[in-house]
T-cell receptor
């Protein structure tokens, strides 16, 4: 089954404790992206990647890191989480058509709470 | 910056009726639009997309209309069912690599 898999589904942590949210897709997609979803603010892009070793900032990259060492994986790293990073996070992937991202496939989400 | 927005945050319809969810966009250069459905506790799910060189596209029970003159996008759902209850997002492609999402409309189906 074609899917985007995120782990963990829920995560509670404390301020300053480094964490990683994993994302993997099995559709051989070139493009991957991370979004956060907050009430009243909708989905906002954090980082995206056009292919292996190619990443770029989205609208709200502060406090986050990503890496794309393999085509299927795109982990989101919070080096020193803060309470304002409490949010629902989604990983997404898509194929590229003429270097343009087409429809995104989303994971099930990771609900992060930073205390 | 330019953004995608929705006219109504909530919409209630009777089961069996048709639903129309509206979306206004402001970036006249956008060339691609998508509708997503998000059920409670799940990630957004692709419904239908449309390119700017089209004004209408139909799927199974869904139709997307694009009016570039007034920068308006709508999603029509025919014969609404309980399983259609969800939050619906429109999104426009901004540049080559980013989708900009609207705030979402919550669709509630009344029995």
């Amino acid at each position: 089954e074609a899917q985007v898999t995120q782990n963990p589904r829920y995560l509670i942590t404390v301020t300053g404790k480094k964490l990683t949210v994993t994302c993997s897709q099995n559709m051989n997609h070139e493009y991957m992206s991370w979004y956060r979803q907050d009430p009243g603010l909708g989905l906002r892009q954090i980082y995206y990647s056009m292919n292996v070793e190619v990443t770029d900032k989205g609208d709200v990259p502060e406090g986050y890191k990503v890496s794309r060492k393999e085509k299927r994986n795109f982990p989101l790293i919070l080096e020193s989480p803060s309470p304002n990073q409490t949010s629902l996070y989604f990983c997404a992937s898509s194929s590229l058509r003429d270097r343009v991202s087409e429809k995104l496939f989303f994971g099930s989400g990771t609900q992060l709470s930073v205390l | 910056g330019e953004s995608v927005g929705l006219h109504l945050p909530t919409l209630s319809v009777q089961e069996g009726d048709n639903s129309i969810i509206n979306c206004a966009y402001s970036n006249s250069a956008s060339d691609y639009f998508i509708w997503y459905k998000q059920e409670s506790g799940k990630g957004p799910q692709f419904i239908i997309d449309i390119r700017s060189n089209m004004d209408k596209r139909q799927g199974q029970r869904v139709t997307v209309l694009l009016n570039k003159t007034v920068k308006h996008l709508s999603l029509q759902i025919a014969a609404t069912q309980p399983g259609d209850s969800a939050v619906y997002f429109c999104a426009e492609r901004e540049g080559a690599q980013k989708l900009v999402f609207g705030q979402g409309t919550r669709l509630t189906i009344n029995p």
